[in-house]
Nanobody, 130 residues
Framework: QSHIVESGGGLVQPGGSLRLSCVAS????????VGWFRQAPGKEREGVSC????????YYADSVKGRFTISRDNAKNTVYLHMDSLKPEDTAVYYC???????????????????????WGEGTPVTVSL
């Protein structure tokens, strides 16, 4: 059965770093646009960063530009989100989602529902606190 699994979340102090991993099973991520989304308690789901499956172009939300880096390792069928200089406002559950037809900007910025994506995981929690 095809699915996505996220990992790498946890508790980190402000200013710290984490690397989230998104591993696909049962299908190849290579040609999919993959995005990281987050949802904090009481807040709407937000597109954090997306990477194209065709040319590896990327998109970052303004709130994470210069701090987060998205990358993919096709040999490992994995997409990563490296997060530096973490802030308390980065606290959320982070979800990995993949879609074959969406382009990077559309996936990350147009408030497309998770259920409209081809694949999504169950999320990994990130808490930034002293």
């Amino acid at each position: 059965q095809s699915h996505i699994v996220e990992s790498g979340g946890g508790l980190v102090q402000p200013g710290g770093s984490l690397r989230l991993s998104c591993v696909a099973s049962g299908f190849t991520l290579d040609y999919f646009t993959v995005g990281w989304f987050r949802q904090a308690p009481g807040k709407e789901r937000e597109g954090v960063s997306c990477i194209s499956g065709s040319d590896d172009s990327t998109y970052y939300a303004d709130s994470v530009k210069g701090r987060f880096t998205i990358s993919r390792d096709n040999a490992k069928n994995t997409v990563y989100l490296h997060m530096d200089s973490l802030k308390p406002e980065d606290t959320a559950v982070y979800y990995c989602e993949a879609d074959y037809t969406l382009i990077v900007e559309a996936m990350c910025s147009r408030q497309i529902s998770q259920s409209s994506m081809d694949y999504w995981g169950e999320g990994t929690p990130v808490t930034v606190s002293l």
